[in-house]
């Protein structure tokens, strides 16, 4: 019996952000707070190759916490799309998303996630696996009502409009007050769902966006009824104030926050704007440090906006929504981060026992096609070219990844080593060596024809945007410039004539 109540103890140690038992005059409590997460795509955070990258699960367990400090009750749900990035895997990529998959789910968890619903994503390894990691699951056209104060609220899910004007009539009668549709659909057809007539649903959540670069911003739609999105990748939370008043009744959509949210959008457009000249190469030190003391009050500013208490605007139900982008700056929740460290500690090992016991080599190339040699092939002929390299971050790109553990991670391994899964390159983690970095063949492409015999027919001599972005995307490299960062990694031997020394 010890043992049992000892163990207990622990579970509830380390579930220490799960939403509890109702506070001392929680039942009455005149509102309640409402966090969303959706289309996750399975990020645990933000691969850090940019400065102040968003996101990240620790950053989001933290804004639950802080609210669960206060006295209104607050419920996490999750609308989908969160456990995978992609339908489908490869052999090698199946270790590490499923090791991903799991510590999403712990990390939800711990935040005390009230129920979630999913999508296609969630079932890349299949509806058994998903089911496995047993979280509170809301099942197609499913219904959920949970307590929140002294209203419920409903939870839906559905993925066209009858589904969506059903499950939401259900959650009515079953006494929400206030309900929330989880629709699996893009922001276009949550609209169209939305317009349905006598729909009974409060809010309405896109969960599901086209593409994976759809949801790169939040966006919400002032309709009859509101429809929202979320940025993807876990760069956002959504959050919904409930303010109770003193005649209940269907909730609105509190006007009085649209001067706070066109703030809020104010510093969001000077934050873009700060983070591309941040990450321009070769900002000196002292700027870059003013720059981010200038952000970091920004973000402290909109924080305020985004978490003020919201009471109810006269005698009916009201709510407000407001979408809560996870800065680098904000805080992170220790126990979260301490599954995403654990996962990044097993990862890299298993990725690397992968490949040593089931990895392939990358297969030759097609007769009269070059292969990969590395930098040493080049220094012969291009000397004067290296020292520019050398000081460049793609000389530094694999010491990037050593210094947070993440060189065996399969996500970053192709931006940080030459030839990465081409042919005549590299295709196993245990055999990048002498591949390390972003070297003059990620660019020029492979180079063992050119360095037989040198000639500009037989090597990309100036490489366009198309091999830079493939790279510097929207995802790694969000205020990358092809014209503004191309002078910075040319010099003479590099783009640039040597300069001739003449005799006095």
């Avoid at 929680?26 to 940019?50: H, K, M, N, Q, V």
């Avoid at 004067?384 to 990037?400: C, G, M, N, Q």
Wanted: aromatic share 4%.
């Amino acid at each position: 019996m010890r043992r049992l109540v000892t163990g207990l103890a622990l579970l509830a140690a380390l579930s220490g952000c799960s939403r509890k038992e109702a506070r001392p005059g929680e039942a009455e409590a005149p509102g309640a707070i409402l966090f969303f997460s959706a289309d996750t795509r399975g990020y645990l955070g933000p691969c850090g190759c940019s400065e102040n990258m968003r996101g990240g699960i620790a950053r989001a367990a933290s804004q639950v916490r802080e609210a669960r400090k206060g006295a209104l009750p607050v419920l996490y749900v999750d609308g989908g799309d969160s456990l995978f990035g992609n339908p489908t895997l490869k052999p090698e990529q199946v270790p590490q998303e499923e090791r991903k998959a799991r510590a999403l789910a712990e990390a939800m968890k711990g935040m005390g996630l009230a129920v979630r619903a999913s999508g296609e994503l969630d079932d890349t390894r299949g509806a058994g696996f998903r089911q496995g990691l047993g979280l509170p699951e809301l099942g197609p056209d499913g219904v959920k009502v949970l307590t929140a104060g002294a209203r419920a609220v409903g939870m839906v899910s559905a993925s066209d409009a009858a589904g969506l004007k059903q499950a939401s009539a259900r959650a009515r009668a079953e006494g929400a007050a206030f309900v929330v549709g989880l629709f699996h659909g893009t922001v276009q057809e949550a609209q169209q769902a939305a317009a349905t007539p006598e729909l009974a649903v409060d809010l309405v959540l896109a969960t599901h966006t086209a593409s994976e670069f759809d949801g790169e911003e939040n966006k919400l739609v002032r309709d009859a009824v509101p429809v929202v999105a979320l940025q993807s990748k876990g760069r956002s939370l959504l959050r919904v104030d409930l303010a109770y008043g003193a005649k209940p009744g269907r909730f609105t959509l509190q006007k009085t926050a649209e001067d706070s949210e066109r703030e809020a959008s104010s510093i969001e457009r000077r934050l873009g704007l700060m983070d591309k000249e941040i990450n321009l190469p070769g900002i000196t030190p002292d700027r870059k440090q003013l720059l981010q003391r200038k952000r970091e009050e920004l973000v402290a500013r909109r924080q305020a906006l985004l978490t003020a208490p919201v009471t109810a605007a006269g005698d009916g139900d009201s709510f407000t929504v407001r979408f809560v982008p996870l800065e680098s700056t904000l805080p992170s929740d220790s126990q979260a981060q301490a599954v995403v460290n654990a996962y990044d500690a097993d990862v890299g090992k298993m990725n690397l026992e992968w490949a040593k016991a089931h990895g392939q080599d990358c297969p030759a190339p097609e007769k009269g096609q070059a292969a990969f040699v590395g930098n040493t092939s080049c220094a012969g002929c291009h000397a004067d070219a290296f020292p520019l390299w050398e000081a460049s971050k793609h000389h530094h790109a694999w010491k990037t990844l050593e210094d947070v553990g993440k060189q065996f991670h399969l996500n970053c391994t192709g931006c940080h080593v030459t030839g990465w899964e081409r042919p005549g390159g590299v295709c196993r983690l245990d055999k990048v060596a002498g591949r390390e970095d972003v070297g003059c063949e990620s660019c020029h492409g492979p180079g063992s024809l050119h360095a037989e015999e040198p000639s500009a027919d037989n090597i990309t001599a100036h490489p366009g945007q198309d091999v830079c972005i493939t790279c510097h995307n929207r995802e790694n490299s969000p205020h990358f410039d092809f014209a503004t960062y191309v002078p910075k990694i040319l010099g003479p031997g590099h783009g640039q004539p040597l300069e001739v020394k003449r005799k006095p």
